[in-house]
Structures are given as C-alpha cells and as structure tokens.
C-alpha cells in the first residue's frame, strides 16, 4: 500500500498551485485524505530531477521508528485540535479539524532517516456566515488537478443565528459590521474571493506559536518553526529525538 504510483502523483502535482490528494485506498484516514483537496504546494524537492533518484535511495527504516514517529505526532496533533477548537471558537477564521496522517512516513517509508518528514493532513471547514467553493483552476495543465478555494459569504439573518450575536455579512450595515464584528474570512485569509495559501501558512504559523507553550510536549521537547511559504513547517527536538512535522491544508470536496 505504499506504491510508487501514489507518490509519483503527489510528486508530479507539486509543481501545481493546489492540488488533490492521491490515491491511498487502504484505511480510514486515507480514505478521507482522498476527499480532501490540499491547498499547498510543496516546493522543496524538484521531482522533475529528484525523483528517480529519491527511489533509489529510499530505504525501508525499521519500522517501529517511523511507527513512534508518527504516533508522536498524532498525539501532538490532537492536543493541537484541542487548542484550535478553544481558540477559534466563534471566529471567522476556518474552522479545524482533526489532521489526517499523509505522505510516505504515515505509508511506512521514508528516502532517508534524516529527510523524514511527517506530513499530516489539517481539513479545513468554513466558519459561521462562509463556505467554500472549490475551483478548478482552468489555467493549470490537464491531467492536473488544480483547486482555488473560493469563499462566500452566507446570509445569516436566520433566528438560529441571531440567537448567537452575529451580524449578518450580507444583509447589516457596514458601519455596524465595521465596529461590532470582526471582519470577515475575506478580509483576512483571503485575496480576491479566493483563500489564500500563502496568507493561510502564515496564520497557522501563528496559531502554532501561540498554542505550543500551552501543549504538555513543549514542557520536554524544544519547537524550531522552520520557514514554508505555502505549508507550516517546524522541528521538535528533546535532545535525543528530533522530529520534523509539516501541517498542510485542505478542504473537504462538496464541503460549502
Ligand atoms: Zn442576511
């Protein structure tokens, strides 16, 4: 279940501004990683040149040790969501959920020890008042699935929502959203109508910065957020052990 052909299509979509997930088939967590559409784009290797060489060197590691990795970071992950959901209650920023294991560590194999990267999967849903729209993007090549996520303001004048205290984006005064409410998704993670990714990275560098100090890992392990553009990167390390964790982004499709 760790085929080349998941990785070639991962690898080969890299170039792309967004893209779909590939093609695992074998579990739960794989499964909804497949209905999910990521919104980063990971640079880092040029596959074009890498990867043939990447399979070449790619080594089975015993496996207990990506096992522990990758339950290390699941835990961490789920302390993360924990957070996110207190801090993000009744905001407008995306709601998130729990992450999804992906990539090769979570298949089992990695190219070479000290290139593992566990790479988890975060969905995002839209917050009260917005949904997401998935877009194709028509300028990307065929063959290639390339997605902007487009958001849109949702009336909410409904009682439910009144019963929550929130002006409705569309339909209450500006002057009244402007110094009542905080803005709106689009005036923040967003350019145009459409998420976006680089804006998106940026806000998840600070929700982890701001959430780590509270988790029970950082009382033993140290956290090095490592630069990404379009995906939030960062190290772990306790003196003996070191891990490297990039969270990515996405939305669910048929997800508004
Ligand atoms: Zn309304």
Request: proline letters at 4%; aromatic letters at 8%; charged letters at 20%.
């Amino acid at each position: 279940n760790n085929d080349d052909g998941n990785a070639q299509q991962v690898n080969n979509n890299a170039a792309n501004e967004e893209r779909g997930v590939g093609n695992e088939d074998d579990n739960e967590a794989a499964n909804a990683a497949n209905n999910m559409v990521v919104a980063n784009d990971i640079n880092n290797f040029d596959l074009e040149d890498n990867f043939g060489r990447m399979v070449m060197e790619r080594i089975q590691w015993p496996e207990q040790d990506l096992e522990m990795g990758c339950r290390w970071t699941m835990a961490l992950m789920n302390n993360f969501a924990t957070y996110f959901q207190l801090v993000l209650a009744n905001s407008f920023h995306p709601v998130l959920q729990r992450a999804i294991g992906v990539g090769s560590a979570f298949e089992g194999w990695s190219p070479r020890e000290q290139d593992v990267v566990y790479q988890v999967l975060v969905p995002m849903a839209p917050p009260q008042g917005h949904s997401f729209h998935l877009e194709q993007d028509t300028a990307g090549q065929r063959c290639m699935r390339n997605f902007r996520i487009r958001v849109q303001l949702e009336c909410t004048c409904s009682s439910e929502q009144q019963g929550r205290n929130m002006l409705c984006f569309l339909h209450h005064p500006k002057e009244e959203l402007r110094t009542n409410q905080d803005p709106s998704l689009l005036h923040t993670l967003c350019t145009g109508s459409h998420l976006d990714v680089e804006k998106t990275a940026r806000w998840f560098y600070q929700l982890v910065r701001a959430i780590w100090p509270a988790l029970p890992q950082s009382h033993n392990w140290h956290l090095v957020l490592l630069p990404s553009r379009r995906s939030c990167q960062f190290q772990v390390t306790n003196g003996r052990e070191s891990y490297r964790i990039e969270m990515l982004f996405g939305v669910r499709q048929g997800n508004s």
